[in-house]
C-alpha cells in the first residue's frame, strides 16, 4: 500500500513514519512518497526516516520528490499536511493581529481566517490533481484549520477526504484516565467544530463517567483543561471543551498574554526549526536524536501562553506522550484499507449530524469507519451556548470559502468581521489590510 505525504519535509512527518513502523500487519503502507516544494526540508526529513528504519527489516520504502504528479500516481492514501506561508506566515499572521489588540492564534480569530484565506486556494488546487491523478485515493487531511481545509477539499473529493485532529483524542484520552478507565474501552460523546468541541459524556461499559469528574475539584485539577478552565468554569458548563475553547471563555487574558510574551508561537516555531534544518545541513549530524531533541522542546512549549493565562503551570508529563494525530491517521488507514471498524472523532461532512448546520457542513464529531470511509454516528443536540459559537464560526468559514473563490476584498472582510474574537468591523477592514500588505499570496483578493 502507498501513502504520500504533501508536505513531506515537515517537521512532524517523523512522527507518522514512526507509527507505521510500528505496524507490521498483511496489507500495512510498503511505501511512503515525501513531496515538498523545499528539496533541503525534504532531504532532512528523508534522513530522520532513513534513522527511524534502522533495524526495522520491514520498514516502508521511502521516496523523495519534488513532482507532484509523480508523488500522487498510484497512491492509496494521502495525507495533507501542507504550511502555505510556512512558519515566517504564522508569524506575521499574529504580528498583524496583535497590533490590532485581537487574537493571532494559528486557528482561531484573526490569525486563522488569514491562514485559512492563504491556504484554501491552494488546498483547493491539490484536491483537483488529486482528484484528477489519483482519483481512487483516500485524501486525510491535517492541514490547519483543519474543519475550514477539509470543506474545501471535499468540494471536489466527496467523502473521499478525511479530517483528523489529535486534541479530541488526546482530551478523551486524559479524562478516561483520571477516571481511572482504559481510554480504549471508553466512548467518547465530543460534538462541534475543529478545535471548537466540547466533551459531554464518557461511557464506561454503558455508564457515564463524566458527573462523576465535574463532581470533583481534585479530579478537575488533576489533568491540563481542568487547570486550563478552572473546576468552577466547567461544572457551570456540564461539559470539558477543547483546549482551544481558551481562547473564546478567555480571550483578553490569552491576547494580553501573546503581547507580553517574549515571542509569539510562530516566532518561535519559526526560529526553533530554523535551527533544526540549518544543523541538518551538517552531514555528520545525528539526524534522529538532534530531530527528538526539538520534538520534546516543541511538545513542552505547546500553548504555553494560554497555560500561563490561567496559571496552569507546566505540562504533565503524560500531556507529552505520542499517539497523538499519527496515531489517528494510521487507525484510520487500518480501517478504510482492512476493513476492520473503528471508532474515531473525525471531521466529515455533517449529513444532518448537528442539526444547526446544513447537510455538506464539516463538523468534527465520533464516526464509524470501515472500507465504505467514516459516516458519522448520531449526537445529542448542542446547547445553546455551542449552538452560538458553532454557527457563528461556520458563517466565518463560510465567508473564507466565499473568498477564496471569488476573490471577493468584501467577503473576505465579512469573514473576519463576523467571528467572536473579532470585535468591530473596522478593525476587520484594517485586518485585511494588514494582511494584504504582508502576504503576497492574498494579492488574489482583488475584487470588490
Known sequence: MKLTILGGGGFRVPLVYGALLGDHAEGRVSRVTLYDTDADRLTAVARVLGEQARGVSDAPEVVATGDLDEALRGADFVFSAIRVGGLEGRAADERVALGLGVLGQETVGAGGIAYGLRTVPVAVALARR???????????????????????????????????????????????????????????????????????????????????????????????????????????????????????????????????????????????????????????????????????????????????????????????????????????????????????????????????????????????????????????????????????????ERAVLEAAESGSRSAAVRAFALHPLVDSVTVARRLVEGYLDVHPGLAYLDRP
Open 130 to 396: 488529486i482528484a484528477r491523478i489519483a482519483p481512487d485515493a483516500w485524501v486525510i487531511n491535517f492541514t490547519n484549520p483543519a474543519g475550514l481545509v477539509t470543506e474545501a477539499m471535499s468540494r471536489h473529493l466527496g467523502d473521499r477526504v478525511i479530517g483528523i485532529c489529535d486534541s479530541p483524542v488526546g482530551l478523551g484520552r486524559r479524562i478516561a484516565r483520571v477516571l481511572g478507565a482504559d481510554p480504549a474501552r471508553a466512548r467518547i460523546d465530543y460534538a462541534g467544530l475543529n478545535h471548537l468541541g466540547w466533551v459531554r459524556a464518557l461511557h464506561v461499559d454503558g455508564r457515564d463517567e463524566l458527573p462523576r469528574l465535574l463532581a470533583d475539584p481534585a479530579l478537575l485539577g488533576s489533568f491540563e483543561e481542568g487547570r486550563l478552565f478552572g473546576a468552577d468554569w466547567l461544572r457551570s458548563l456540564g461539559a470539558i471543551p477543547n483546549e482551544y475553547l481558551h481562547y473564546y471563555y478567555f480571550n483578553r487574558e490569552a491576547v494580553r498574554a501573546y503581547q507580553e510574551a517574549e515571542r509569539t508561537r510562530g516566532a518561535f516555531l519559526r526560529d526553533q526549526q530554523e535551527g533544526f534544518y540549518a544543523r541538518m545541513r551538517d552531514p555528520a549530524a545525528p539526524a534522529l536524536a538532534t530531530w527528538d531533541r526539538t520534538r520534546a522542546e516543541r511538545e513542552a512549549t505547546y500553548m504555553a501562553e494560554s497555560r500561563d493565562a490561567a496559571g496552569a503551570g507546566e505540562r504533565e508529563e503524560s500531556d507529552l506522550e505520542s499517539g497523538g494525530y499519527e496515531q489517528v491517521a494510521l487507525a484510520l488507514m487500518r480501517a478504510v484499507a482492512r476493513d476492520e471498524r473503528a471508532s474515531l472523532i473525525l471531521n466529515v461532512r455533517n449529513r444532518g449530524t448537528l442539526s444547526v448546520l446544513d447537510a455538506e457542513a464539516v463538523v468534527e464529531v465520533p464516526c464509524l469507519v470501515d472500507a465504505d470511509g467514516a459516516r458519522p454516528v448520531a449526537v445529542d443536540p448542542l446547547p445553546y451556548h455551542a449552538v452560538g459559537l458553532v454557527t457563528a464560526v461556520k458563517a466565518v
